[in-house]
């Protein structure tokens, strides 16, 4: 009954979240910021970080999160977004999963492109070969990068220029990293395809609902579905 009542707005605001980088309380962190053309050193609170990430999911126009279960559902449909988008030079992919998911996406990458097409950073690749897969997105000469684990967040990696689509074959550890990992990596045209998973990410259903909600982005049918199913199993559980 819990959720019920979250989700209906009687007691559940996305800024009670965790936001990324710390708890929420007055623990302060610099970030970069865009002033009159130069960069310079500002200080915000973790509160802000959240709400300047929600700011930002506001402003994306093609959002669309796809309830899928299983590992082989989820390549499918990677294996079908990359036939209608068809990457190339100037339509470049940037695809974020999971270190186990790794191996099976990078299969699927070469069965359906030539392998100096696409490339993977992950936190073991070291600084030559890291500098290789930017250098050949940058340039153009990579349409499809795979980011995995932390690196698809991680302020040390910086993309010349947002990606034409990112897909987030494994969805985040939770709502908050989720936004950032938006507001790091995609702008407002960036068409965005991210890949829940009931089994793996269900206990982020309501939060992600209301971040949806306030964000004026669409809740998925299959989303609120699962989440009514799983409301209505808790309560059937309930002494």
């Not at 009542?5 to 007055?26: I, Q, R, W």
């Not at 359906?112 to 992950?122: L, R, V, Y």
């Not at 395809?193 to 609902?209: R, T, Y």
Request: charged residues 30%; contains cysteine; negative net charge.
């Amino acid at each position: 009954r819990g959720d019920s009542v979250l989700f209906s707005g009687c007691g559940y605001e996305f800024a009670g979240l965790t936001p990324p980088g710390g708890d929420a309380e007055d623990e302060e962190e610099e970030w970069e910021a865009q002033a009159e053309g130069k960069k310079q050193r500002v200080r915000t609170t973790p509160q802000e970080r959240a709400q300047a990430c929600m700011d930002h999911f506001k402003t994306l126009e093609y959002h669309h999160v796809e309830v899928i279960e299983g590992l082989q559902a989820k390549l499918n449909r990677l294996k079908a977004v990359l036939e209608t988008y068809e990457p190339n030079q100037d339509r470049q992919m940037v695809v974020t999963a999971t270190a186990a998911s790794l191996p099976d996406v990078l299969a699927l990458l070469a069965e359906c492109m030539e392998a100096s097409d696409f490339d993977s950073i992950s936190s073991d690749s070291g600084k030559d070969r890291r500098r290789e897969a930017l250098e050949g997105y940058d340039t153009g000469n990579i349409f499809v990068l795979l980011l995995v684990g932390d690196t698809a967040r991680s302020k040390s990696l910086e993309l010349s220029r947002p990606p034409a689509l990112l897909v987030n074959f494994d969805f985040a550890g939770s709502v908050p990293l989720y936004l950032y990992q938006l507001h790091r990596r995609v702008d407002a045209a960036t068409r965005i395809h991210s890949f829940f998973s009931p089994a793996c990410n269900g206990g982020l259903a309501v939060p992600l609902m209301v971040a949806l909600e306030d964000a004026g982005h669409e809740i998925p049918s299959d989303l609120m579905e699962n989440w009514s199913k799983s409301d209505e199993n808790k309560q059937e559980d309930e002494p």
